[in-house]
């Protein structure tokens, strides 16, 4: 592609790509915003739909009880019967006997079968009415048979429900069906056409500029009703949208065209004598033949000719005096655990070895991807990006697969294969591995999406100065630096690896013991400097010998690791989580008050109640299989600077809760009672005080009732719960 050509597309790109974009994207928003108000409005109308009807066969079934009431006397049920019908109660009323044959039925009354209110959930025949039955005995309590009250089902009735949910409802029958009679015929067909894929909870939206949904029938609402609304956005918006689109397009095309017309055509004139240099003749000159910025990049250009000459002669004195000093710099590189420095020292070095112009280090992460960690150039300045902004699949460009083959590379940059950073014409790139991992692997394919085994990143240098190209000298010396990269990434790692291990739970991968006493005590030190609070939880879990005794330690252990697991589900990022020893269990909740803790505790005690751990069992015998095991959890609760003013007394006041749920009864919280104060160290605050303006918990903020520790009765929104069992 000529270089008009990528002008072209460049303006192009910056300019009609935000366009498009943003008009796809206002498009996009518009609907989505437009369906999530039908969805709203739908499952507004859906609860409105069940109250009424709930209340409906509430009041049908309240008559049929009335008629009931009559016991033997037939007189007596069909004057009451016909004063039902007369009141309203309902539009008929039925008696059978015990053989189901009709014993009474007031006049008028729609033809059978009727649909029960508890009747079944799919119902094929036409729908008549709405009926609901109660049985008939005598004062004995001898069976007499059934008493059913009714109501018509017809348009009247489905637009009565339309009149109070606000929204168009379509009754779905065996037959054809009976729709709203204010819908369009063409509307009405859409939506009933709309009511096969559509489900219960499901919001769809049909050809005719609507949404569709089911409400039943399901328990307490037997009607298969169909609810729909008209879409609120404008039919010619996205027309305008495309239009606009369009219009956008064409201009920037003029544009674009007219400026890299402008700009490329006095680089014309200089193409010829640069390719001469672009093929390795560094005697080459450009005739200067004006003094416009075309002349004076005609001298400039000379004159760096000349001085590419000299440096390439420099570079390769420097390079070979580079090379003894490398065994030095590995030893002092290795010494470190600052990974960025050592990288950056690393990339430096080979710049300088290489006379390359720019390079960067990128790491292998997890999701094979090649995260850069440096970025430089030949002036020694970093570019330190983040990580974010130099991302390379692996596979994928020059660097991909060189991360993917676990083979060097040097070459030129084809067009396509874009080089992370600021790519050069040039390149060389050398993969790093763990020492002692086979990193090389002729012949593996570059496309597999997974770096070669061992791989931890790939060393890339651009354009050396002064040269054609990277040669192999500079391929055996980029080796040399990629080998002490990849001791210090190893090291670094092992490093890290061996911090973490020393601070967390081997079983469950919470935080140890060691790291509680220095978390907690940070903690107390952030709170006191910005005036908040710090909520402790401490957690047991109920019995839990009892488990290990019946089931064995194999079994306690997976019980453990399965009880941190939804621990983890149920805190905040910010929270820390713990295990002490044993089962027990510690929370810290940094800007959270007692009543917050509570609901964490609440939760947690949910979390474990609700849903039983299922292990496996590891008897071996003919009956292991699947354990169910019911498990509880006792909490514990401790603010400070509420309940205690140091880190250890905070842990402690927890500890003491949590002794109280136990004798409380077990799988409850309990929050560890506020100490009394001295008179005259009480501060006395004005009724109704605004909050912080960021909302957050202060200490000695009011944080309304809270549970106390005595286990006696508490006020608050949230009381004790009460034990299940011991």
Not at 19 to 31: N, Q, R, Y
Not at 81 to 92: D, E, K, N
Not at 203 to 217: F, L, Q, S
Not at 554 to 565: I, K, M, S, W
Request: proline residues 6%.
């Amino acid at each position: 592609m000529t270089l008009r050509g990528r002008l072209t597309a460049a303006f192009l790109t910056v300019v009609l790509g935000p366009v498009l974009l943003g008009a796809f994207f206002v498009g996009t928003t518009l609907a989505t915003v437009d369906q999530r108000r039908s969805a709203e409005r739908l499952g507004l109308a859906v609860g409105a739909v069940r109250t009424s009807v709930d209340a409906l066969c509430q009041q049908l079934r309240a008559a049929a009880d009335a008629v009931a009431l009559r016991g033997a006397d037939p007189v007596g049920r069909a004057g009451a019967a016909t004063q039902v019908v007369s009141r309203g109660l309902a539009a008929a009323v039925l008696v059978t006997d015990v053989t189901g044959e009709t014993a009474y039925t007031t006049p008028g009354a729609p033809d059978r079968p009727w649909l029960d209110c508890a009747g079944p959930r799919r119902f094929d025949g036409p729908i008549r009415a709405l009926t609901a039955e109660v049985e008939l005995r005598d004062r004995a309590g001898a069976m007499l048979g059934r008493v059913a009250a009714a109501q018509l089902v017809d348009p009247g009735f489905v637009a009565r429900l339309a009149a109070v949910t606000g929204v168009e409802i379509t009754l779905l029958t065996g037959d054809a069906g009976i729709a709203q009679t204010t819908e369009a015929a063409g509307v009405r067909d859409e939506v009933l056409a709309a009511a096969a894929p559509v489900g219960d909870d499901r919001v769809t939206g049909t050809g005719a500029g609507r949404y569709v949904r089911r409400a039943g029938p399901v328990p307490g609402q037997p009607l298969p009703l169909l609810l729909s609304v008209p879409s609120d956005q404008s039919p010619g918006l996205h027309a305008a949208l495309v239009a606009a689109a369009l219009l956008a397009g064409l201009l920037a095309v003029l544009a674009a065209g007219r400026l890299a017309r402008v700009t490329t055509r006095p680089l014309a004139e200089l193409a010829h004598a640069v390719d001469r240099v672009a093929r390795g003749d560094l005697t080459a000159r450009v005739p200067v033949r004006s003094h416009d910025e075309i002349g004076r990049l005609a001298g400039t250009f000379n004159r760096m000719t000349r001085e590419t000459q000299s440096y390439v002669a420099a570079l390769t004195s420097s390079r070979d005096q580079m090379r003894g000093h490398l065994a030095v710099l590995g030893d002092t590189l290795a010494s470190t655990h600052d990974l960025d420095r050592i990288l950056r020292v690393i990339l430096h070095s080979a710049i300088a070895a290489t006379g390359a112009r720019s390079g960067a280090v990128l790491l292998v992460e997890e999701d094979d991807i090649l995260v850069g960690r440096c970025l430089a150039g030949s002036d020694g300045d970093d570019e330190a990006p983040e990580p974010a902004a130099l991302r390379v699949p692996v596979g994928s460009g020059v660097v991909g697969a060189v991360a993917a083959t676990g083979e060097p590379r040097r070459g030129r940059v084809e067009p396509g294969d874009a080089p992370p950073g600021e790519p050069g014409r040039t390149y060389v790139a050398v993969p790093f591995a763990a020492p002692g991992a086979a990193a090389d692997v002729p012949g593996r394919a570059a496309v597999t999406g997974e770096a070669a085994p061992g791989t931890l990143g790939v060393l890339v240098l651009y354009d050396r100065l002064g040269a054609d190209g990277f040669d192999d000298d500079d391929l055996v010396t980029l080796r040399t630096f990629a080998g002490h990269a990849a001791v210090a990434v190893e090291n670094v790692r092992v490093h890290e690896e061996a911090q973490r291990l020393s601070l967390t739970d081997p079983l469950t991968g919470l935080w140890n013991y060691r790291y509680l006493r220095e978390s907690i005590r940070r903690e107390v030190e952030r709170a006191s400097r910005f005036g908040r609070m710090l909520s402790v939880l401490a957690l047991d879990l109920d019995l839990f010998k009892k488990v290990n005794d019946t089931y064995g330690h194999a079994v306690g252990d997976a019980v453990l690791v399965e009880f941190a697991r939804r621990v983890r589900g149920e805190i905040r990022e910010v929270d820390l989580a713990f295990r002490q020893g044993g089962e027990e269990f510690v929370l810290l909740l940094p800007e959270t008050d007692a009543r917050g803790a509570a609901i964490v505790a609440e939760r947690l005690g949910a979390a474990v109640r609700d849903s039983p751990i299922v292990t496996e069992s590891r008897s071996g015998g003919p009956g292991s299989g699947p354990v169910r095991i019911p498990v509880t959890v006792s909490v514990g609760i401790a603010v400070y600077p509420d309940h205690a003013s140091t880190a250890q007394q905070v842990l402690d006041a927890a500890d003491a809760a949590l002794y109280a749920a136990k004798a409380a009864g077990r799988d409850t919280y309990r929050v560890a009672p506020v100490p009394v104060r001295p008179t005259a160290e009480e501060i006395t605050v004005r009724a109704g005080a605004a909050p912080p303006e960021d909302g957050m918990p202060r200490a000695g903020a009011g944080g309304g009732t809270r549970h106390v520790a005595d286990g006696g009765a508490s006020s608050g929104p949230h009381p004790p719960r009460q034990s299940r069992g011991r």
